[in-house]
């Protein structure tokens, strides 16, 4: 796995990419590389659950983190909700989340790690690692992950420009997540619909655009302009006439 790094060193190497945008994407390319794990998954929170992916390793590391945001459950949610890394060094016989770990072993995920960030008691992301074999993390592993958490901190710091009042209010954080205008305008939309608050409402969009195989921009298109409605179970698609 290689020497230890500092945080110092991973965010030299990360903002040397140059563009802020892909700041988060390096960071979860050379943790997983570190680490030497199938992915690497980082997602930003309200400080109460997930809220959005932020960026995904190729492979694996999306597939689980889509199965999560489509499931609305999984490690990441416990990470939050527990505030402390959350071990399943075998999804196969952890009956914590029965369908995440149904699809992440269809998915090709034996174990997964999630690692909650924090800038104080203010909840700010998770980092999730998968694996494709069964096991626990080494103490090498687990200092390496705490090393790479910690600059996932700080770079999630430095895109909402280091600002408390940011981290108080759940947009600024979200606005880095992969989720478009349109999907937040579906989400109230939907929201309004079933009565529930917005972060229910996305998770349902997610849920539905998971069950039919739809990219989620696409879906909430056809939600705004009130081709489909979202006011049965998730695979039920309804659609109106234009």
């Keep these: 796995m290689g020497e230890p790094r ?19 994407t390096a960071l979860v390319d050379e943790c997983a590389s570190a680490l030497g794990v199938a992915g690497v998954g980082l997602a930003v929170t309200d400080d109460r659950v997930p809220v959005g992916i932020v960026a995904a390793t190729d492979g694996v590391g999306r597939a689980g983190e889509d199965l999560q945001f489509a499931l609305g459950e999984g490690i990441c949610w416990h990470a939050a909700g527990a505030r402390r890394l959350v071990q399943a060094p075998d999804l196969s016989t952890d009956d914590r989340w029965v369908q995440f770990g149904r699809s992440a072993a269809d998915a090709g995920i034996a174990a997964a790690f999630s690692l ?30 705490s090393v790479y958490g910690q600059a996932a901190t700080a770079v999630l710091l430095l895109l909402t420009g280091d600002d408390d009042d940011r981290l108080d209010d759940p947009a600024g954080l979200t606005a880095l997540a992969d989720i478009r205008p349109v999907v937040h305008q579906a989400a109230g939309m939907v929201a ?37 409605r979202l006011d049965g179970p998730p695979d039920e698609h309804r659609r109106t006439p234009r």
């Design 6 to 24: 500092v945080v110092a060193d991973v965010l030299a190497s990360v903002v040397s990419r140059g563009d802020r945008s892909r700041w988060p």
């Design 116 to 145: 909650p960030l924090q800038v104080g008691a203010v909840l700010v992301g998770v980092l999730d690692v998968y694996r494709r074999t069964a096991g626990p993390l080494s103490g090498e592993a687990a200092g390496l992950l």
């Design 192 to 228: 309004i619909q079933l009565g529930v608050d917005l972060t229910s409402a996305l998770l349902r969009l997610q849920a539905q655009a998971f069950a039919t195989g739809r990219p989620l921009r696409d879906l909430a298109e056809d939600v705004v302009a009130r081709r489909t």
